[in-house]
């Protein structure tokens, strides 16, 4: 298996799991329906959206630092082209308002450019990473962050307790505990990568 089939791989199995874009559309959603339970259909549409636009990592190559990052998938201009469809077509909010929500906590990561294919400008709101183009060796520099770290338990917490409440059944149940795997795992990944800091640097 190739390089780039190998990290599209990892990607692609680290995205079932809890994630951050999980969490905090599950925050969104509970906050734009509360106090009322939002709709299962409307709340796994958001939180897929939310979370499964990360799979044209499959279109991109071996950069790390950009890849699918630089494709329209990314750009912020189609999703807020389909945001406007929304008052004749109501489905398309929770489409594309999650979409929206990922690329914005993208733009404070990594980076993206949010006018492509109009523009190739980037916006970009911490300094560049200066991990190797590897994935482990990004995914370590990301937990590294205080302030990355402090916004995925925050996330978590939120998503955890306004979904406390919401009625018992598998689907419901499954985001609850989808908060707090979040949670657990975040503390997990943060005490590996600052115990073995070296997996930043690609020195192990």
Request: net charge negative.
């Amino acid at each position: 298996m190739s390089t780039s089939h190998r990290s599209c791989l990892t990607t692609v199995v680290l995205l079932l799991l809890p994630t951050f874009h999980a969490t905090s559309t599950v925050v969104l959603v509970a906050l734009l329906w509360y106090p009322l339970q939002p709709p299962v259909d409307v709340l796994y549409t958001a939180v897929g959206c939310g979370v499964f636009i990360d799979l044209d990592i499959l279109l991109a190559g071996d950069d790390l630092e950009h890849g699918h990052r630089d494709l329209v998938t990314h750009s912020m201009l189609p999703w807020l082209c389909l945001l406007s469809v929304a008052p004749v077509f109501p489905p398309a909010f929770w489409v594309a308002v999650p979409v929206l929500l990922h690329l914005t906590v993208d733009a404070m990561d990594g980076g993206l450019r949010p006018l492509y294919p109009l523009s190739k400008w980037r916006v970009r709101t911490v300094p560049a990473s200066t991990a190797p183009n590897s994935y482990i060796s990004r995914l370590a520099d990301y937990y590294l962050h205080n302030r990355v770290c402090a916004a995925e338990v925050v996330s978590a917490v939120l998503a955890t307790l306004l979904s406390w409440g919401w009625d018992s059944s598998p689907a419901m149940a499954v985001v609850h505990w989808c908060g707090l795997a979040t949670l657990a795992s975040v503390l997990l990944l943060t005490a590996v990568f600052r115990a073995a800091p070296s997996l930043a640097s690609g020195a192990v």
